[in-house]
C-alpha cells in the first residue's frame, strides 16, 4: 500500500452503530471494525444502519452514530465518519421513503443529495428498480443502489438502463474475490470491466459475519481494472457524497 490514494479509501457501505440492526453489536466491536478498516488504508466511512432502524427510533440511531464518532475521535483513529442510511425499497414503498427522506428521518448521504438504497434480493425483475430509479429521481435524489451483483435480474444491460435513468451503482469489495457465489463473483467483475461501477463498499456487519475487508478487493480491481479506475471508484467519486465541513 506505497501509493498514496491507497490511504485514501472511502468505505461507502459500514453497519457500525453499536445494537442497532444487526451490525455491530458492542461499541468495542464498532471500533475494532473501524480499526481494521484504517489498516487496510481506509479514512473515509459512510456509517448506514438499515432504514427499518430509523423507522423504530431514528433518534437512538442518531445518538448512536454521535456516540460512535466521539469514541472513534477518543480513540485517536484516523478516520472521517458521516451520516447515512440503507434504504429498502419497493414500488409499494418508495413515496413513503420520498416522505420520510424530506422529513429527515431518513439521512441521506451525509447531508448530499445522494442516498443508499437496496431491494429485494429475490426480486425477479428490474422493472421495480427501474420505478423505483424514476420516482427517486424526480423527488430531487440521486440514487445508488447497494450491492447491485447480488440481486438476481442483475446483468449489464439491466445496470446500464439504471445509470441511464440516473442511478449510479455500488458494489462489495468482498464480491470482486472473495464471493464464494461463482454468479454473485462473475457480475461483480463484469460490471468492473464496463466500467459500469461507481463505489464500492464492504457492506460490513461485524467482525465475524462480512467483516470490513475492503484491501483485497481494491488491489484485484487495480491490478485487473487498472490504476486509474480503482483510484476513481474507491476514492475520487466518493468526495461527491461528503459536504464539506
Known sequence: MEKGWHKQLTDTDMHIVPGINDGAATMEEALEMVEAAVAQGVNTILV???????DRDADQ????????KKAVADKGLPVFLYPGCKILCSEFTVDKC?????SGRYPTMAGTDYIL????????SEDEV??????LVEAGYKPIIAHVERYRFTDVQSVTDFR???AEIQISAFSVQNEANAHIRNMANDLLAKQLVDYVGTDAHGMDQRPPM???????IESTYGEVYARRILVENTRRLILED
Open 214 to 220: 475492503i484491501w483485497e478487493g481494491a488491489r484485484v
Open 61 to 68: 440511531v442518531k445518538s448512536g452514530f454521535e456516540k460512535l
Open 130 to 135: 427501474r420505478y423505483c430509479i424514476d420516482e
Open 117 to 124: 438504497v437496496e431491494f429485494d434480493p429475490e426480486a425477479d
Open 164 to 166: 441511464d435513468r440516473g
Open 48 to 54: 448506514t444502519p438499515h432504514s427499518e432502524a430509523f
Open 98 to 102: 420520498i416522505r420520510k427522506l424530506r
